[in-house]
Nanobody, 127 residues
């Protein structure tokens, strides 16, 4: 079992930056790929970004490509999501998730690919 706790959310203005963190505890963190998803009110949960266990491969949703960067520090059991040029449409609850498949997968954007989830952190971007 892996426990995930997200932090770093908040209320920001359009164009601002924000960094989310996801701290993992429980079983060893480093063998797993990690992902970020988000869910806006009334919408389905959507993929944001994924990083393999050594950080060698990252994947992004088209809507955040070039603005968001996922990274990880395996020594700290933490994965990050650096968000820049934020837009009101980025407003959502952001969730990190563990994928026991540590390598690249074509299923990276499917929520069912992931095995453990955090409780989420709210990001609100005002216009």
């Amino acid at each position: 079992q892996v426990q995930l706790v997200e932090s770093g959310g908040g209320l920001v203005q359009a164009g601002d930056s924000l960094r989310l963190s996801c701290a993992a505890s429980g079983r060893a963190f480093s063998p797993y790929a990690m992902g970020w998803f988000r869910q806006a009110p009334g919408k389905e949960r959507e993929f944001v970004a994924r990083i393999t266990w050594r950080g060698g491969i990252t994947n992004y949703a088209d809507s955040v490509k070039g603005r968001f960067t996922i990274s990880r520090d395996n020594d700290k059991n933490t994965v990050y999501l650096q968000m820049g040029s934020l837009k009101p449409e980025d407003t959502a609850a952001y969730y990190c998730a563990v994928d026991k498949n540590r390598y690249y997968t074509s299923s990276y954007a499917w929520s069912l690919e992931y095995d453990y989830w955090g409780q989420g952190t709210q990001v609100t971007v005002s216009s």
